[in-house]
Nanobody, 126 residues
Framework: QVQLVESGGGLVQAGGSLRLSCAAS????????KGWFRQAPGKEREFVSA????????YYADSVKGRFTISRDNAKNTVYLQMNSLKPEDTATYYC???????????????????WGQGTQVTVHS
């Protein structure tokens, strides 16, 4: 079983920055496609970003493009989400996800992923 643990969430002022980390464990998990999703109360889980196993390909939701950057360090088996220019509408629980399947457009869908972290709360205030 692949285990994912997010960290780095917290309170931040609008316009500020936050860096989320997702530490993974489990056989072959360092080569998995990884993604970030977020969910606010009363809303569906929303795709944020995804990255291929080698880090050479990425996807971003239009709402975060130009503000967020996904990256990974496979030696540490960790994926990151650097969030800049944060807005109140970015407030949500952020979840890290992983799947053994190859990176594709399907990685934008929550149903693609077999493994999920517990989530970390991000609150952006004005």
């Amino acid at each position: 079983q692949v285990q994912l643990v997010e960290s780095g969430g917290g309170l931040v002022q609008a316009g500020g920055s936050l860096r989320l980390s997702c530490a993974a464990s489990g056989r072959s998990s360092s080569t998995y496609t990884k993604g970030w999703f977020r969910q606010a109360p009363g809303k569906e889980r929303e795709f944020v970003s995804a990255i291929s196993w080698g880090g050479g390909s990425t996807y971003y939701a239009d709402s975060v493009k130009g503000r967020f950057t996904i990256s990974r360090d496979n030696a540490k088996n960790t994926v990151y989400l650097q969030m800049n220019s944060l807005k109140p509408e970015d407030t949500a629980t952020y979840y890290c996800a992983a799947d053994k399947d190859s990176f594709s457009q399907n990685a934008k869908a929550a149903v693609f992923y077999d493994y999920w972290g517990q989530g970390t709360q991000v609150t952006v205030h004005s």
